[in-house]
T-cell receptor, first 117, second 113 residues
């Protein structure tokens, strides 16, 4: 168990629908990151939150949105789903920003596999 | 913009052999961090090893070691005495001051019995 919890593990939904993916970061981590991994592809950065605030945005579609709540858990909302949105969605968390010491880098959750049919 | 390039899409080696996975990156930063992540068939992302750019000494973690060449912007991963459990996708990754990790496209490694 990495300490980062993602729910649900699997999700099957129809095109045009909306889903919410949830992530609880490792205890003490303030930053949450969302990545999308399509079949046999690398990880594409979507968005980062730090202590409730959006910090960086990557290749995130306008149909997608995210937020981080006061208890630091985060949700990724995907709407008007298309077949091409089928992917593995990872959440990762990290401690303080770069420079905090030996514990740098991300801890990943086990991912949510989204299938759009 | 920073980029990470893994030139070997797929590799296969016999069990117990040593294998080296290549990675190059491009950045204008002087201080940054480099990582190798492993993604086995379970799809979990597992941190294998990490390196701080300002440290000249190459990082090692048991059978895993890196060859970090800062001037050449090269960060290769060496796996010694490879085991069947090392079969996985390996991603090289870069992180700079903005704390965002950029991943390469990965190298699929097969360890053959």
């Amino acid at each position: 168990d990495s300490g980062v919890t993602q729910t649900p593990k699997h999700l099957i939904t129809a095109t045009g629908q909306r889903v919410t993916l949830r992530c609880s970061p490792r205890s003490g981590d303030l930053s949450v990151y969302w990545y999308q991994q399509s079949l046999d592809q690398g990880l594409q950065f979507l968005i980062q939150y730090y202590n409730g605030e959006e910090r960086a945005k990557g290749n995130i579609l306008e149909r997608f949105s995210a937020q981080q709540f006061p208890d630091l858990h985060s949700e990724l909302n995907l709407s008007s789903l298309e077949l091409g949105d089928s992917a593995l969605y990872f959440c990762a968390s990290s401690a303080e920003v770069v420079g905090s010491g030996a514990d740098y880098g991300y801890t990943f959750g086990s991912g949510t596999r989204l299938t759009v049919v | 913009a920073q980029t990470v390039t893994q030139s070997q899409p797929e590799m296969s080696v016999q069990e117990a052999e040593t294998v080296t996975l290549s990675c190059t990156y491009d950045t204008s930063e002087n201080n940054y961090y480099l990582f190798w992540y492993k993604q086995p068939p379970s799809r979990q992302m597992i941190l294998v090893i990490r390196q701080e750019a300002y440290k000249q000494q190459n990082a090692t973690e048991n059978r895993f070691s890196v060859n970090f060449q800062k001037a050449a912007k090269s960060f290769s991963l060496k796996i010694s005495d490879s085991q069947l459990g090392d079969t996985a996708m390996y991603f090289c990754a870069f992180m700079n001051r903005d704390d965002k990790i950029i991943f390469g496209k990965g190298t699929r490694l097969h360890i053959l019995p």
